[in-house]
């Protein structure tokens, strides 16, 4: 089955610590990208890789860092320099070039910080 | 800031009726799509439509753009209970560095009653 996973699905961590998010996909795609969800809110994009070795920041990269070491893997570490982390955090991936650019999502990862 | 703008922010109907939601966009764009959300989970693709494309169907789903007023609309119809979920339009911008990069308003809730 192909698809993009995230793990764990619900992760509480203490004030302080850092905490890294797991993404992996199998469906062969180049693209990755990271978005953090607050209540009632859109998305907003943390991180995103298009290519192994390589990344980019989003609009709200502070606090967060990333590595693309493989192209099935993305994971995310939510520092403690991350003023609010806690939030609903979404993996999502897409293949490069072709006509269309559409992202397939992961289930989500809840954080709560205390 | 986001990029599109959804209208309304939320909707409730009953089962068979049409259910209609807008989004706006501030920018030039390549491509507009639109997003499900169910109540805690990932995104799931809807339909894309390109900026020459006026209008595109998919199912039940009508997506219509209008690159003159920045504005798209999502038609669902003859609604059922299961298209309770959020819905998100999201935007490729058109000279941004990076493809795939999309910007995501703040979401349609709706909500269909048997």
């Known amino acids: 089955d192909g698809g993009i996973t995230q793990s764990p699905k619900y992760l509480f961590r203490k004030e302080g610590q850092n905490v890294t998010l797991s993404c992996e996909q199998n469906?062969?795609?180049?693209?990755m990208y990271w978005y953090r969800q607050d209540p009632g809110q859109g998305l907003r994009l943390i991180y995103y890789?298009?290519?192994?070795?390589?990344?980019q920041k989003g609009d709200i990269a502070e606090g967060y860092s990333v590595s693309r070491e493989k192209k099935e893997s993305f994971p995310l570490t939510v520092t403690s320099a991350q003023k609010n982390p806690t939030a609903f955090y979404l993996c999502?991936?897409?293949?490069?070039?072709?006509?269309?650019?559409?992202?397939?999502f992961g289930p989500g990862t809840r954080l709560t910080v205390t | 800031s986001q990029q599109g703008e959804e209208d309304p922010q939320a909707l409730s109907i009953q089962e068979g009726e049409n259910a209609t939601m807008n989004c706006s966009y501030k920018?030039?764009?390549?491509?507009l799509q639109w997003y499900r959300q169910n109540s805690g989970r990932g995104l799931v693709h809807l339909i894309l439509?390109?900026?020459?494309?006026r209008e595109k169907h998919s199912g039940r789903l009508r997506v219509t753009l209008d690159t003159s007023k920045k504005s798209s609309s999502l038609l669902i119809t003859a609604s059922r209970a299961a298209d309770t979920a959020s819905y998100f339009c999201?935007?490729?911008?058109?000279?941004?560095?990076?493809?795939?990069?999309?910007?995501f308003g703040a979401g349609t809730q709706v909500v269909v009653t048997p």
């Open positions: 999502a991936s897409s293949s490069r070039g072709g006509e269309s650019y559409e992202q397939y």
């Open positions: 469906l062969n795609h180049d693209a």
């Open positions: 890789s298009q290519i192994v070795n390589d990344f």
């Open positions: 920018t030039s764009i390549n491509n």
């Open positions: 439509i390109r900026s020459n494309e």
């Open positions: 999201a935007t490729d911008r058109k000279g941004t560095d990076s493809w795939g990069k999309l910007q």
